[in-house]
């Protein structure tokens, strides 16, 4: 028997052979290739006008807390991004940056809304509120100083985040339920679990409204 058939017989403790082994792995390399041909031909390319330059910049204007800034942006950037590297309103704190934490939540014309899953183009026009505009000068809002009074925080990385979300509760409802403070703030998540002082301070934030 030559060595090349003593080459060929020659088993492995896992019963293959060495030609065996090489036949299995060219198999599967064809097939591979053969799939990726066939995904290729099924996929149709993007029209170059329909891809959008993620470094093309463009001029927008956004009205932010009752006054008017003129910025440069990519087109990808999101509000989040915008106001705290562009603006330094850094009240507004990145969380998760998936739209899961509601951190970063601003009011777009009265209503909460996650300035992570927002881009800056899309508030062009609207009015923005974070949570520096709640105060006057130095002075908290009313939301502000129940959450404090309230003891409404731990952490505290969440707090302007569920802040707005009940602003943007009581500019909608003035007097609201408990059960209706909770689904107004079901978008926030507190990990430090302070949802009864929340609560409560939602409560004190709409009393002191009507002062």
Not at 45 to 54: F, L, N, Q, R
Request: charged letters at 20%; hydrophobic letters at 35%; glycine letters at 12%.
């Amino acid at each position: 028997m030559g060595s090349d058939d003593q080459g060929n017989n020659d088993v492995g403790r896992s019963g293959f052979t060495r030609r065996g082994f090489i036949q299995i792995m060219g198999t599967g390399a064809v097939s591979a290739s053969l799939a990726g041909a066939a995904i290729a031909a099924r996929s149709k390319p993007v029209p170059p006008e329909k891809v959008m330059d993620a470094e093309n910049t463009v001029k927008i204007s956004l009205h932010v807390n009752g006054a008017q800034h003129a910025v440069l942006v990519e087109s990808r950037w999101t509000l989040l991004y915008v106001l705290r590297e562009a603006f330094g309103m850094t009240g507004t704190k990145e969380g998760c940056s998936r739209g899961e934490c509601g951190a970063c939540t601003v009011l777009i014309d009265g209503i909460p809304r996650y300035a992570c899953m927002t881009l800056a183009v899309e508030a062009e026009g609207r009015r923005i509120t974070t949570l520096e505009g709640l105060m006057s000068g130095e002075q908290l809002g009313p939301v502000q100083n129940a959450f404090l009074e309230e003891d409404a925080y731990q952490c505290g990385y969440c707090t302007p985040g569920q802040i707005m979300a009940v602003e943007g509760l009581l500019r909608k409802n003035p007097t609201p339920s408990l059960d209706e403070i909770r689904i107004g703030v079901s978008g926030n998540l507190c990990r430090c679990g302070a949802y009864t002082h929340i609560f409560r301070a939602a409560q004190k934030a709409a009393d002191l409204k009507k002062r």
